[in-house]
């Protein structure tokens, strides 16, 4: 049973686009929304992160925006380039669950020039 | 900048072979996982380990097993590998349990069984 659902499997967006990426979760004791990116060849980095008491968090082009009541929140990539083509995953973890991440599905995004 | 190495970047191995995939990190992180990526199914728990010696099972733990006998190095053992294991292995570390620590992941290994 997938506790974290990520839409859509791959995304294909122009250059200076905007790209979005969405995610639905299930247990309400979730209580930390990171995005990680992930280049080919390489392993998942940290990208950005939300809490839930707030509904938007923005770092330069990337934003999460966040829906507590609706459980659900996503990714905006603003102005896309192609450096950003790569997947990304949505997880969530709770407090006490020892640092412990559920993963979504992942996103493939492609970033045509 | 914490650096998660895994021993292979890719491997090949039979049906039935035991097999090791080691992953060290050089930040003196308490935390280490095992995921496995496959594609529409995002990161999966296989182990995880708090502590030298000690493991908890994760989502996906059957035909695998862990060792931790030092801090920096976390091992996953496939005991007698079979086709459906083959995948990408993800090793990841962190600082410690609270939820907001980052995990910090190796480059991975893609594993084919034959």
């Known amino acids: 049973q997938q506790q974290v659902k990520q839409s859509p499997q791959s995304l294909i967006v122009q250059k200076g686009g905007i790209s979005i990426i969405n995610c639905a979760y299930e247990n309400t004791a979730f209580d930390y929304f990171p995005w990680y990116q992930q280049f080919p060849g390489k392993g998942p980095a940290l990208l950005i992160a939300i809490r839930p008491d707030v509904s938007e968090k923005k770092e330069g082009r990337f934003t999460i925006s966040f829906n507590k009541s609706a459980k659900q929140f996503s990714l905006h990539i603003m102005d896309s380039q192609p450096g950003d083509s790569a997947t990304y995953f949505c997880a969530a973890s709770k407090d006490n669950a020892g640092n412990m991440l559920t993963f979504g599905g992942g996103t493939r995004l492609m970033v045509k020039p | ?114």
């Open chain 2, 1 to 114: 900048d914490v650096k998660v190495t895994q021993s292979s970047r890719y491997l090949v191995k039979r049906t039935g072979e035991k097999v090791f995939l080691e992953c060290v990190q050089d930040m003196d992180h308490e935390n280490m996982f095992w995921y496995r990526q496959d594609p529409g199914l995002g990161l999966r728990l296989i182990y995880f380990s708090y502590d030298v010696k000690m493991k908890e099972k994760g989502d996906i733990p059957e035909g695998y097993s862990v060792s931790r006998e030092k801090k920096e190095r976390f091992s996953l053992i496939l005991e007698s590998a079979s086709t459906n294991q083959t995948s990408m292995y993800l090793c990841a570390s962190s600082l410690g349990r609270l939820s907001y620590q980052p995990q910090h992941f190796g480059d991975g290994t893609r594993l084919s069984i034959l």
